[in-house]
Structures are given as structure tokens and as C-alpha cells.
């Protein structure tokens, strides 16, 4: 199995500090009242997520628009007047865990379901080889796409055909290789003694890659 590290905040700090890297990463704040605020603000929607914990475990997306804020708890979206109102009702629907803040990302999607990526890469003989790169469709009424939370499994040529151009679904699973290469290394550096790492990746509606989350335990 090798190491496991599942601290979220210090393996995104990690990856930060290589700059190809860092601008495919959601900006990522820890949470706090006055972080929130902000992020919701600048970006209009927002997912918070515990620091550990995997399959989709006390993900809330939340967000602003025209002098409302609203938050979203897997199917159940509930809305309120004031930011207070909102961050009192939050801090009773999240989980007792310590959380972050990322940037919301507006996924391409299949009938309008959204779609992320996973790939997979395990260390066997002294050398990393991809054991799996699929992708993940959200069940209908969802934002998460984990498939213990009901998302579909495709293969990733799949998903990216469905929901992007030809040509650019093709250049999207290079981009992601690339970047899984990469990150291999900063993670190595970073955490020896790891042996496995999944990482989440998902396409915006322009065709923007992202890195959510980097798991030493995929599932």
C-alpha cells in the first residue's frame, strides 16, 4: 500500500509550489467566516470539503447570486437573505471536521450532468505505471460525482467524447497525462514512501483542466 498522507491542505500546498502546476489548481483557502465570504464574492460559487475524508464525505457546494446565498447538500439546496443566516444554517449541515475552501469550477457535463476525471498510478518495481483513467458522471440531481454517491462510471475516452469536441477531448487526456506526470514527482519529493496516488481532475465548460484532490489511497 506504501504511505498514506490524507491531509487535502498540505498535499495542495504541495503542489503549489511548482508553478506549471499551480494554475491548474482551484484557489484553496482553509475555512474560516471572513475566507468564505471572500471566495464567494470573487467566484459566486464554492465547494467546501473536510480537510480528510474521501467518497464525497460532508462536500458542500455553496453560492451567490443577485444578493442571495444558497448552499447546496447533495440534492438539498436551501437559500438565505443574509451571509450570516447562511454561514449559521453551513456550520450546522457540515461535518465536525476541520474543512477547506476551493474555488467552484463550472464542469462540462453529459445532459447536464457533470463529469471529473480520475486517474490512478501505482509504483511497482521502482517505476510508475497508470493502473486506471476514468471518468466519473454525476448522478442526475447531484454535483458530486463519486460513484459511491450513485455517479457512473465511463472510461475517460468516453466521457471526454461526450462532453467536448473531438479534437479537444483528444488533447485533454494528453494534457492530463502530462500533468499526472508531473505530479508524480512533486508528490514523491514531498511525501516519500508513497506507492499509489489518484488524482481528480476536472474539465471546465472551456476547456480548462483542473487538479481538485490528490489521493494516496484511491479507491
Given at each position: 500500500?506504501?504511505?498514506?498522507?490524507?491531509?487535502?491542505?498540505?498535499?495542495?500546498?504541495?503542489?503549489?509550489?511548482?508553478e506549471?502546476?499551480a494554475?491548474?489548481?482551484?484557489?484553496?483557502r482553509?475555512?474560516?467566516?471572513?475566507?468564505?465570504r471572500?471566495?464567494?464574492?470573487?467566484?459566486?460559487?464554492?465547494?467546501?470539503?473536510?480537510?480528510?475524508?474521501?467518497?464525497?464525505?460532508?462536500?458542500?457546494?455553496?453560492?451567490?447570486s443577485?444578493?442571495?446565498?444558497?448552499?447546496?447538500?447533495?440534492?438539498?439546496?436551501?437559500?438565505?437573505?443574509?451571509y450570516?443566516?447562511?454561514?449559521?444554517?453551513?456550520?450546522?449541515?457540515?461535518?465536525?471536521?476541520?474543512?477547506?475552501?476551493?474555488?467552484?469550477?463550472?464542469?462540462?457535463?453529459?445532459?447536464?450532468?457533470?463529469?471529473?476525471?480520475?486517474?490512478?498510478?501505482?509504483?511497482?518495481?521502482?517505476?510508475w505505471?497508470?493502473?486506471?483513467?476514468?471518468?466519473?458522471?454525476?448522478r442526475?440531481?447531484?454535483?458530486?460525482?463519486?460513484?459511491?454517491?450513485?455517479?457512473?462510471?465511463?472510461?475517460?475516452?468516453?466521457?471526454?467524447s461526450?462532453?467536448?469536441?473531438?479534437?479537444?477531448?483528444?488533447?485533454?487526456?494528453?494534457?492530463?497525462?502530462?500533468?499526472?506526470?508531473?505530479?508524480?514527482?512533486?508528490?514523491?519529493s514531498?511525501?516519500p514512501?508513497?506507492?499509489?496516488?489518484?488524482?481528480?481532475?476536472?474539465?471546465?465548460?472551456?476547456?480548462?483542466?483542473?487538479?481538485?484532490?490528490?489521493?494516496?489511497?484511491?479507491?
Amino acid at each position: 500500500m506504501g504511505r498514506q498522507f490524507a491531509n487535502k491542505w498540505l498535499k495542495t500546498e504541495a503542489l503549489l509550489g511548482n508553478e506549471s502546476v499551480a494554475a491548474h489548481i482551484p484557489q484553496t483557502r482553509m475555512y474560516s467566516s471572513e475566507a468564505l465570504r471572500q471566495m464567494l464574492h470573487k467566484f459566486g460559487m464554492v465547494v467546501i470539503k473536510p480537510v480528510r475524508g474521501g467518497g464525497g464525505y460532508g462536500v458542500i457546494k455553496v453560492t451567490y447570486s443577485g444578493g442571495v446565498y444558497s448552499f447546496t447538500n447533495m440534492s438539498r439546496r436551501v437559500s438565505f437573505a443574509s451571509y450570516d443566516a447562511m454561514f449559521r444554517a453551513l456550520n450546522r449541515a457540515k461535518v465536525r471536521r476541520s474543512y477547506i475552501i476551493q474555488q467552484g469550477i463550472h464542469l462540462a457535463s453529459i445532459g447536464g450532468r457533470p463529469i471529473d476525471y480520475r486517474v490512478k498510478v501505482v509504483k511497482q518495481n521502482g517505476n510508475w505505471v497508470y493502473r486506471a483513467m476514468v471518468g466519473r458522471l454525476a448522478r442526475p440531481g447531484l454535483f458530486v460525482t463519486n460513484l459511491c454517491k450513485g455517479g457512473t462510471l465511463l472510461t475517460a475516452r468516453a466521457g471526454l467524447s461526450r462532453s467536448l469536441s473531438r479534437g479537444v477531448a483528444k488533447r485533454k487526456r494528453q494534457e492530463m497525462r502530462n500533468l499526472t506526470n508531473t505530479c508524480i514527482g512533486i508528490m514523491e519529493s514531498s511525501f516519500p514512501g508513497i506507492e499509489q496516488l489518484g488524482f481528480d481532475y476536472g474539465i471546465d465548460v472551456n476547456g480548462r483542466v483542473w487538479i481538485f484532490e490528490v489521493n494516496t489511497r484511491p479507491q
